[in-house]
């Protein structure tokens, strides 16, 4: 029986998004061009400081038996964990905010349903990278600590809440009412209690290959992150707003996961 922590731990990251999304009942328009590439550059660091320091770290560390080739388990989890990103890339039809070009296979979804996955595929790694830290913590494992895998869920919200908005603004601006904007928005944030709770699931079952699962979430997300949110901070007239935002986030992703670990 999971205990209310990790019941809530999975759950965090799905309010970020929802909170995010709830921005469509009280701003009007589009998020400004500046706005979006500080909240993507935001993002990104969050994601790539979580990567390293709640998902690659411990996964060498737990790999530490192997002496010298402590990292194998680490570069193959992380590559299976890009190969499947870039598989499901190539195959869901999605579309990227500020985007005219369809990604995937395919289909003839409308412009909002693709917009709604394309967020949706990026949140797939983020609840699995919840999952395997909270698989790791109900398994004793002595690298893994509730605060680590709580820092994991409060930074994956906070940088999920700006996502929502992202989503469903453009939604509203598209046509749909504030309240169905809300929703899809809202939803494509439900995946990663979902997928966070299958990854424990599995991993109990995994526990010796745990340093290959936590490798492997940290692999899916740098994929997501140097294949959208990256392009999206640099995108457009030359600034540096995404370039220091990503600093921000980095920051405070490594701070959470070093006071709360």
């Known amino acids: 029986m ?27 328009g ?56 870039l598989f499901l890339d190539s195959v869901i039809p999605h579309l990227h905010v500020d985007s005219d070009k369809p990604e995937g296979l395919h289909s003839n979804f409308a412009k909002t349903t693709m917009m709604v996955l394309a967020v949706t595929l990026h949140n797939i790694p983020e609840g699995m990278a919840v999952g395997v830290v909270y698989a790791g913590f109900l398994a004793d494992n002595a690298e893994i ?18 996502e929502g908005a992202i989503i469903s603004m453009p939604l509203h601006a598209n046509g749909k009412s504030r309240l169905a904007a809300f929703r899809d928005g809202a939803l494509s944030g439900a995946v990663e209690p979902i997928f966070g709770a299958l990854t424990i699931l599995a991993a109990a079952l995994l526990v010796p290959t745990m340093p290959y699962l936590l ?28 370039v220091l935002m990503f600093s921000v986030g980095f920051t405070l992703m490594m701070a959470l996961d070093v006071a709360l670990g």
Not at 9 to 22: D, K, Q, V, W, Y
Not at 54 to 82: D, H, T, Y
Not at 145 to 162: C, D, R, Y
Request: hydrophobic share 55%; charged share 10%; with cysteine.
């Open 145 to 162: 600590t509730i605060g680590a895998a709580l820092a994991l869920s409060i930074g994956i919200a906070i940088q999920n809440f700006p």
């Open 215 to 242: 490798s492997f979430a940290a692999g899916a997300m740098m994929y997501v992150v140097v294949e959208e949110l990256v392009p999206e901070m640099s995108a457009g007239e030359h600034t540096n707003i995404g």
């Open 30 to 85: 589009q998020l400004n061009e500046k706005v979006q590439r500080a909240l993507s550059g935001f993002a990104a660091g969050v994601m790539v400081a979580a990567s390293i320091w709640s998902l690659l770290i411990p996964a060498m560390e737990q790999a530490s038996g192997k002496g010298r080739w402590a990292f194998v388990p680490a570069v193959i989890g992380f590559w299976c964990g890009v190969l499947l990103l």
């Open 2 to 28: 999971w205990s209310k922590d990790v019941i809530l731990g999975l759950l965090i990251p799905f309010a970020g998004t929802a909170g995010g999304a709830a921005c469509v009942f009280f701003m009007r």
